[in-house]
Structures are given as structure tokens and as C-alpha cells.
């Protein structure tokens, strides 16, 4: 069975930079889309950006648009999310999930995704 595992997260500066990695073992990621998805402390579940399983389209929330990209290496097995230009209100412990879905597109519907990882906390803070 997929299982995922994100990484990366930690303790940022406003302004700052980090890059999440989500990592699959168990199964390749070449048939999945790929979302990442964050949940604030008192906030609802937020989708924050999708990458389908051939890389030819990603979205992003209107939020993070210009600043966080994301990617994968399917040679890796790993997707990756950059988050630049942070901000506190980025604060969140993200998640990554994966979609079985071979076809070009993704989404950023949570109930879109079968496989969760257990998430990395993310805290922007000076």
C-alpha cells in the first residue's frame, strides 16, 4: 500500500524559505497526482497546490500563488513543495496526499485523495 512521508518543515523567519518533500514508498508515484494541502491552528483543512502525475499541470491556492512552487522527481519517488516569501499566516502543519489518476490534471480537493501522509509542521514566526 502508498504510503507517504513529508519532510522539511520547521521554525522560519517572515520572508523566509523551505522546501517540503513528500516521499513514497511502497508503490511509484507515476500514476498519482500529487496535492499538498495545510491546516492551520483553528482553521479548516486549505488545499494549497496539486501537481498531476505527468507534471503538466500543477494549481495553487490564490493565497500562496507566486510564492510556493511545487515539483516532482518520479525518478525519486518524492514531490516537492518550495514555499518562498513566507509569511506567518502560512503557519500550518502541511500534508501531502496522492490521487490515482493517470491522466493529465489534478486537483486541490482534499476528498480527491486516498493516501495521506502524518504531515510536517510548518511555523512562521520572528
Known amino acids: 500500500q502508498l504510503q507517504l512521508v513529508e519532510s522539511g518543515g520547521g521554525l522560519v523567519q517572515p520572508g523566509g524559505s523551505l522546501r517540503l518533500s513528500c516521499a513514497a514508498s511502497a508503490v511509484t508515484l507515476d500514476y498519482y497526482a500529487i496535492g499538498w494541502f495545510r491546516q492551520g491552528p483553528g482553521k479548516e483543512r486549505e488545499g494549497v497546490s496539486c501537481?498531476?502525475?505527468?507534471?503538466?499541470?500543477?494549481k495553487f491556492a490564490d493565497s500562496v500563488k507566486g510564492r510556493f512552487t511545487i515539483s516532482r522527481d518520479n525518478a525519486k519517488n518524492t514531490v516537492y513543495l518550495q514555499l518562498n516569501a513566507l509569511k506567518p499566516e502560512d503557519t500550518a502543519v502541511y500534508y501531502c496526499?496522492?490521487?490515482?489518476?493517470?491522466?493529465?490534471?489534478?486537483?486541490?480537493?482534499?476528498?480527491?485523495?486516498?493516501?495521506w501522509g502524518q504531515g510536517t509542521q510548518v511555523t512562521v514566526s520572528s
Open positions: 496526499a496522492a490521487d490515482h489518476n493517470p491522466y493529465e490534471g489534478c486537483t486541490v480537493v482534499a476528498g480527491s485523495y486516498d493516501y
Open positions: 501537481v498531476s502525475s505527468n507534471s503538466a499541470s500543477t
